[in-house]
């Protein structure tokens, strides 16, 4: 007999969620479920004029749903964690490009956020105070392998060399996902050089980091994670480490405007001092997560 998956536990359209202290959600829609007009709708009501534009602007129609989507998603994300409707989220861009939260009230400015598209699926990862940066990519079997050696670390190109060919071009969208969400929780993008900062995925479940003494970081100030949203689609998170803190993940897997629910959180591979959800830690929390409304700071 198969053995049955419990049923994930669901939130109804506008329940809201408390973010504790120390606590990373990471927000999953897939494009597949989320193709239907009523969604599509609610998603068009909630974006700014200027978004509206944007998104009539894509040439490919799998691009203007999947702005569309990213845009609900995040608006309707967002209103989880703070009574705000999901149109009155105003976003700004930093000087590379992230957007932040642009009208934030008193209450809004602890929310951090970071998205990251494919054509399937799209990821949003939301903190308290936290910087944070998330990147999803489709592994194709073909990586472009010579972006490793122009731009990867000396180690990182080396590594992938000495792999046999079946396992490379998945160790390079590994490192590729680690390297972006690292430049993107710093907010920076590909102004960081990415030969600057070099991971070792040696040991199969865990993300070590190294830093040039050029970016003058280091590795304790950064948790990694790395798991897989389908076979082909490998996601990485970076969060600012919490002072004195444990960082946990949720993950939360939504239809935008319809329902949310929490799904487990399986990792593969991450920081030595990153909390490693047990694979059975899914659907117990979520109800007590949809407890309070959060408003503090
Ligand atoms: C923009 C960048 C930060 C990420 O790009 P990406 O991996 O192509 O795209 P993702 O879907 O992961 O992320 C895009 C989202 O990141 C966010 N973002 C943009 N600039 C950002 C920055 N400087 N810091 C953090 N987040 C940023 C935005 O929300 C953007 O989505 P939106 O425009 O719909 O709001 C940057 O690193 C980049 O340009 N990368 C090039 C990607 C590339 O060449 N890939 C080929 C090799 S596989």
Redesign the pocket.
């Known amino acids: 007999m198969m053995p049955t998956r419990p049923e994930p536990s669901c939130a109804g359209e506008n329940e809201p969620i408390s973010l504790p202290e120390g606590c990373v959600d990471v927000w999953i829609c897939r494009v597949a479920d989320s193709d239907d007009t009523e969604t599509q709708a609610r998603c068009r009501q909630a974006m700014s004029a200027e978004e509206r534009t944007k998104q009539a602007a894509f040439h490919f129609a799998k691009d203007r749903l999947r702005?569309l989507l990213?845009r609900g998603l995040a608006r309707y994300a967002l209103s989880r964690y703070l009574p705000l409707p999901p149109e009155s989220w105003r976003f700004q861009s930093n000087a590379?490009?992230?957007?932040v939260i642009g009208n934030a009230p008193r209450d809004a400015r602890w929310l951090t956020f970071?998205?990251?598209?494919t054509d399937e699926i799209i990821a949003m990862a939301i903190g308290r105070h936290l910087a944070l940066?998330v990147?999803?990519?489709r592994a194709h079997a073909d990586a472009?392998l010579s972006?490793a050696d122009s731009f990867f670390a000396k180690a990182e190109a080396r590594q992938l060399r000495d792999l046999p060919d079946s396992l490379r071009s998945r160790r390079f969208y590994e490192l590729?996902t680690l390297k972006?969400c690292y430049?993107?929780a710093k907010?920076?993008?590909?102004s960081i050089p990415l030969d600057k900062f070099s991971f070792d995925l040696d040991r199969t479940d865990e993300v070590g980091i190294r830093f040039d003494p050029a970016l003058a970081d280091a590795p304790s100030r950064w948790l990694f994670w790395q798991w897989h949203l389908s076979p082909d689609h490998i996601a990485a998170l970076c969060v600012e480490r919490p002072a004195e803190r444990a960082c946990r993940v949720r993950q939360w897997q939504s239809v935008p405007f319809r329902h949310y629910c929490e799904v487990p959180f399986q990792t593969e591979r991450a920081s030595a001092a990153a909390s490693r959800p047990r694979s059975d830690s899914g659907s117990a929390c979520a109800l007590s997560a949809l407890a309070h409304q959060e408003t503090g700071q």
Do not use: F, M, Q
């Open positions: 702005y990213t590379y490009g992230r957007p970071n998205l990251s598209h940066g990147d999803i990519e472009p972006i590729w972006e430049v993107k907010g920076a993008g590909l």
